[in-house]
């Protein structure tokens, strides 16, 4: 196969492509380029820089463009059901980050209850501001809500249990063995809420509007923690800045944006956030596994 990747891959899981026999281009398009690079190429494989919208995939139909893989969990930037209907088929890795993600997601409860990210921040800056930051709190002995129970909500729920936090989980879609061989309940969302000093959000982009926003959060326990590294649009950020300065929100940890680069300046300069440039599933172990998962999808491929 001739296979274009565009935002980069596993030097290994490249070298092993290229020992099977495939003719694999390392290149990125600019959106205006990229649809008509697309007709030369049988497959593509992408992250999340490049977005494969109608427009490339009608280019590409002109030509040999088979397979799209997206080397990660969420497709919200390829138009999958577009490119079905030309025949095209859309993959996507969905293992392989999930223990990457939720450790993410840990470190930024951590950093939420000690203030991890911004005393470290002001410290560059000469300050030694130990007073401001001497009100931290455990996470042993408090409830963790989780939104969407799926992979990485399930890895989550099993490390906060393993340092003692309480977890409870919301899913849309209940399996009761997975919450029973856990020991993980499923509860109502508006009881998760009212009941959870974190919540963590692992659902994918929703439809119909972010799940945190001002009504879930005055539903909330006071002086609650939220953490989403699912996707930005699961958030509505206005409320959650207005809940920081009110206090209803003590405070948060942010992989993910509505607009990224994130526009939301005031939020991710609030001394109660903690951010990350979504690199939830940015480890060496994570890209391993994506890179392995590709070569078999392509292996695969009939
Ligand atoms: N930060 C990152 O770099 C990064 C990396 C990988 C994935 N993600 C995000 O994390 C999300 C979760 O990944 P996953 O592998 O655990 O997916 P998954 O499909 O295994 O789990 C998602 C769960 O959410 C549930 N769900 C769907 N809509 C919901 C709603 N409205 N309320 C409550 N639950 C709902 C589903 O039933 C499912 O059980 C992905 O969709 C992606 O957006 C982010």
């Keep these: 196969m001739r296979i274009l990747v565009t935002d980069g891959m596993d030097k290994g899981a490249l070298a092993v492509l290229r ?13 205006d380029e990229l649809g008509k690079a697309l007709q030369d190429f049988d497959a593509v494989v992408v992250r999340s820089k490049t977005k494969v919208r109608a427009n490339h995939i009608d ?39 999930s223990q990457s993600v939720a450790e993410l997601a840990l ?10 990210g911004h005393s470290g921040y002001t410290m560059r800056n000469d300050q030694w501001e130990k007073k401001a930051y001497s009100k931290g709190i455990e996470l ?5 809500g989780i939104i969407g129970f799926g992979r990485i909500g399930q890895h989550l729920g099993k490390m906060a249990k393993a340092i ?62 939220i953490i989403n590294t699912s996707r930005g649009t699961n958030l509505d950020e206005a409320a959650l800045l207005a809940a920081l300065e009110s206090g209803k929100v003590h405070a948060a940890g942010l992989d993910v944006f509505s607009v990224e680069p994130p526009t939301c300046k005031e939020l991710y300069n609030h001394p109660m956030v903690s951010c990350t440039p ?24 009939k």
């Design 164 to 225: 003692g936090m309480d977890v409870i989980a919301f899913d849309i879609f209940k399996v009761p063995t997975i919450s029973d061989e856990l020991g993980i309940p499923y509860v109502e969302l508006d009881d998760l809420l009212k009941k959870s000093d974190f919540i963590s959000v692992h659902a994918p982009a929703v439809d119909g509007g972010a799940i945190i926003n001002a009504e879930t959060i005055a539903k909330m326990k006071d002086g609650v923690n």
């Design 59 to 97: 280019e590409a139909c002109k030509g040999k463009l088979k397979l799209i893989i997206r080397g990660g969990v969420g497709v919200d930037n390829i138009d999958v059901k577009y490119a079905e209907s030309k025949g095209i088929t859309v993959k996507n890795t969905p293992k392989a980050s």
């Design 278 to 301: 979504h690199i939830g599933a940015q480890t060496a172990e994570a890209q391993k596994r994506i890179g392995a998962e590709i070569v078999d999808i392509i292996s695969n491929f």
């Design 107 to 116: 470190g930024l409860m951590f950093s939420c209850a000690r203030f991890i």
């Design 140 to 144: 042993q002995g408090k409830t963790l």
């Design 19 to 31: 020992e099977l026999g495939h003719d694999v281009v390392e290149q990125f398009y600019e959106p």
